[in-house]
């Protein structure tokens, strides 16, 4: 198993930039497949980004390609993600999320472990 805990996130306003940081515990973070969602109020939990084991293969969800970019540092055991140009449109809460199974799927549900969330407020 992995533990996850998000952070980084916060108020700001409409153009700033901001990262999140999601520190792993457990077993080897290299191990897993990991990705980000977030989640507005009233709103489904959907995906933001993700990023493969070894090559660090990375998919974005279509609308975010270009301002926010995700990355890995296994040696750290830490994911993150970093957002720039944020919109009001990107208030949410961003979950972390580990997935054992070596291929990258974009579901919420492929994804075994979660972290608790970081809220990100983004003012315009």
């Known amino acids: 198993q992995v533990q996850l805990v998000e952070s980084g996130g916060g108020l700001v306003q409409a153009g700033a930039s901001l990262k999140l940081s999601c520190a792993a515990s457990g077993r080897a973070f290299s191990d897993y497949i990991m990705g980000w969602f977030r989640q507005a109020p009233g709103k489904e939990r959907e995906f933001v980004a993700s990023?493969?084991?070894?090559?660090?293969?990375?998919r974005y969800a279509d609308s975010l390609k270009g301002r926010f970019t995700i990355s890995r540092d296994d040696a750290k055991n830490t994911l993150y993600l970093q957002m720039n140009s944020l919109e009001s449109e990107d208030t949410a809460v961003y979950y972390c999320a580990a997935r054992y199974n070596p291929v990258i799927v974009t579901t919420a549900r492929g994804y075994s472990y979660w972290g608790q969330g970081t809220q990100v407020t983004v003012s315009s």
């Open positions: 990023i493969g084991r070894v090559r660090g293969i990375t």
